[in-house]
């Protein structure tokens, strides 16, 4: 009976209570979840989101099906125009190298472990370029596994765009793609999971193994991560911080609809990535709503997003988002 | 009355084809785009997704192919058809090709797995429950089958991601999640269900039949083989066949175990995937052409258990004249 009476003062309140409705990328749900919520208690409005998908989000919301579709893989400048949306980034993940190798707690892959790996030209642990950084661990002969994911995704897509700015040979033969004949698996090497979550599973279950999942996942899942080597040189071990540091040189470009994938900026942990929301053109008073929630959640959600293994914005992103809102005619509410 | 209770019944009976050739011309629409692009070569295809370039040097360095993004290859294709903006002359410059082999046998060898597994065991509950336990057994037991029938198949993904799999690695090597994983786990959802109806059938065998048959001085076993069997056999034939479709169809436990990569099992350890499976993975992805193959893959699996079933139904319960 309270929480109806506090509902109805609520609703008096803000006369104007309006819903807003998206679908798209699983991957932010979390924390769109969480921002929605404490977003519904402070202002009484309505966000209703369903994690269906980076591309049914964009098929959606190009069809005009929903108030805005949320994306990992941003669209490009050319095909926003033709699609008639607009994009902008709400929060930065990581993606982390889980692993499982008995006795080993302290895994640093350097660029050319990584490149190895993933090309299946390095098949076995105790192989010299792994062992070069990794003095004190006893590393086994036994083969790699390697856990890649089974459906499409855009954490696949992140960590293959990754791989092709890092590695011309991956770049040349394989690029960024949501579903990749990944080389391990001719080799009789490669395992898949479905989602994160039959990733980490995968992980989890066979020894030997290693596989890209996002932070959020691998800390959930209790995966050991490895540190990894950034663009500089340097070893960063996958933490909030450095995947902050790694944010902070993403490079956004308002002018281009913030189309970057960030990973492997200049400094920092280099497999990060933004999530985007896409919003047509056109429907300006509904896109003026789906603003409203995302401002309020740059100035009020970064705590939410941290505790759940994501990365903020960076302030001046922010402030390039809403300069880009204002642009574009749809400037939050108020 | 009398009439309309006719046409009623009619009408029901009716809506059975309707809804199966409905589903057929969709399925059929939706994958023309690959049917007229790949034809027949789709079954015996095993790449999937693979970027061929229009001189037919396979897979590689299609680097100018799609939009790029500081000389990275980013597969934008999917994004402009499903807005309905691919231009033509991107369409030209790399083609993918997609081919059915791979998840066709999968789900081929996967089902056969989970049905030899199942069959003789399902046989022996059933048996047992028919008409070797007492009463005060073969109740409980009874129930508890029926229970397991009725489990939600992901359950049955979770279990085997997380248990199942291990287990089976620790005996057979291999990684936790492949083929056999997933036959054995398809074969456990599919007894209970075998198991319940073919012990209902046998339960049917009239009481006179069995006692002269004693009474003649038939064993226990040879009245079974003898009397029982042959009396319950079209119900037998029938839980096979439904259990048969049902392995043959099922998706989410077979997702988790199965493995997920396009690959052909060299040994039954190995990775790989099935129809359903593929489709599950992939369908909120895709779009264009993509989704057209995998909408030939579904036309396929549809025709496959179409003809396997009607196959089974002609050989096993044609009419003895």
Known sequence: MKKFIAGLTLAAVSTFAWTINGTGATFPYPVYKK???????????????????SGTGIKEVAQRHVDFGGSDKPLSPRVLKIAKLYQF????????????????????????????????????????????????????????????????????????????????????????RKLINWPTDAQGRGIAGKGNFGVSAAIKTNPYSI?????????????????????????????????????????????????????????????????????????????????????????NGDKMASSLGYIPLPSNVKAMIRKYWEEKGVAPLN | MEKIFKTLSQLSASTILLILSAIFVVLYIEAKPAIEKYGLHFLVDPRWGVTVQKNNTPNVANNTANSEVGGINVEDDDVLAAIGALSPSEEQK????????????????????????????????????????????????????ELLAAIPSIIYGMWGLFYFGPFIAKIFGGSSVNLLVAGLV????????????????????????????????????????????PYAKKGIVGSMILALGRALGETMAVAFVIGGVFNFPHKLTDPTVSIPVVLANNFAESSGLSLAALFYLALILFVISFIVISFAKFYFLRDKK
């Open chain 1, 89 to 176: 980034p709400t929060v930065v993940g990581g993606i982390v190298l889980g692993y499982n190798i008995p006795g080993v707690h302290h895994l640093k892959l350097s660029e050319a472990a990584i490149k190895g790996i993933v090309l299946g030209t390095i098949k076995y642990w105790d192989n010299p370029v792994i062992v070069k950084y990794n003095p004190d661990e006893k590393l086994p002969h036994k083969k790699i596994i390697f856990v890649h994911r089974s459906d499409k995704s855009g954490t696949t897509f992140n960590f293959t765009y990754y791989l092709s700015k890092m590695c011309p040979t991956w770049r040349k033969y394989y690029g960024a």
């Open chain 1, 35 to 53: 921002w929605i919520s404490a977003f519904y208690n402070a202002t009484g409005n309505r966000v209703n989101y369903t994690g269906t998908g």
């Open chain 2, 186 to 229: 398809l074969g456990v959802m599919i007894i209970p269900f075998m198991a319940s109806l073919t012990r209902d059938s046998m339960k049917t065998t009239p009481n006179v039949l069995k006692e002269s048959a004693y009474a003649m001085g038939a064993t226990k076993f040879e009245v079974i083989k003898d009397v029982i069997f």
């Open chain 1, 211 to 299: 596989g890209y999942v996002d932070y959020a996942d691998a800390l959930k899942n209790h995966l050991e991560m490895a540190t990894i080597q950034g663009s500089d040189g340097k070893f960063y071990a996958p933490t909030p911080k450095n995947f902050s540091e790694g944010a902070k040189f993403a490079g956004f470009d308002p002018k281009k609809d913030f189309y970057k994938v960030i990973a492997y900026p200049k400094h920092g942990y280099p497999i990060i990535a933004a999530t985007f929301i896409l919003i047509p053109q056109e429907k300006v008073n509904k896109d003026k709503e789906v603003t409203t929630f995302f401002n309020w959640a740059y100035k």
């Open chain 2, 94 to 145: 790399s083609d993918v090709v997609y081919g059915g082999l791979v998840p066709i046998v999968g789900t081929i060898l996967s089902t056969l797995i989970a049905m030899t597994f199942a069959v003789p065991i399902a046989m022996g509950i059933a048996i047992f429950l028919a008409e070797i336990a007492p009463p005060s057994i073969s109740k409980p037991v009874g129930i508890a089958i």
